[in-house]
């Protein structure tokens, strides 16, 4: 069983930065895949990043390349989402996932495990 547990969310107005941070409860954390996924009200939940176990290798929608920034710190059980030049339409509860290596990314229904999840509320 593995615990998430998300943190750094809140309110910032458009064009500023929010870091959100995920901490693992388990010492195998290393071997998992961390995602992040959001979900807007009214909207289906959505992949945003992903880092593999190594931290060799990360993936991004389209609709934050170039903005969100993913890296995790194995020494430390924790996953990061740096988030920069937010915009309006980035509003949503973030949650971090995890999942053994060799599924599928993007898919949420591939992740074992979930925080419970942080708003992210980015004003206009």
């Known amino acids: 069983q593995v615990q998430l547990v998300e943190s750094g969310g809140g309110l ?6 929010l870091r959100l941070s ?23 939940r959505e992949f945003v990043a992903a880092i593999t176990w190594s931290g ?38 973030y949650s971090c996932a995890a999942q053994p290596r060799g599924r599928q990314i993007m898919n949420p229904s591939t992740y074992d495990y979930w925080g419970q999840g942080i708003q992210v509320t980015v004003s206009s």
Do not use: H
């Open 22 to 44: 995920c901490a693992a409860s388990r010492r195998t954390f290393s071997s998992f895949t961390m995602g992040w996924f959001r979900q807007a009200p009214g909207k289906e």
């Open 56 to 93: 060799g290798t990360t993936y991004y929608a389209d609709s934050v390349k170039g903005r969100f920034t993913i890296s995790r710190d194995n020494s430390k059980n924790t996953v990061y989402l740096q988030m920069n030049s937010l915009k309006p339409e980035d509003t949503a509860v």
């Open 12 to 17: 910032v107005q458009a064009g500023g930065s």
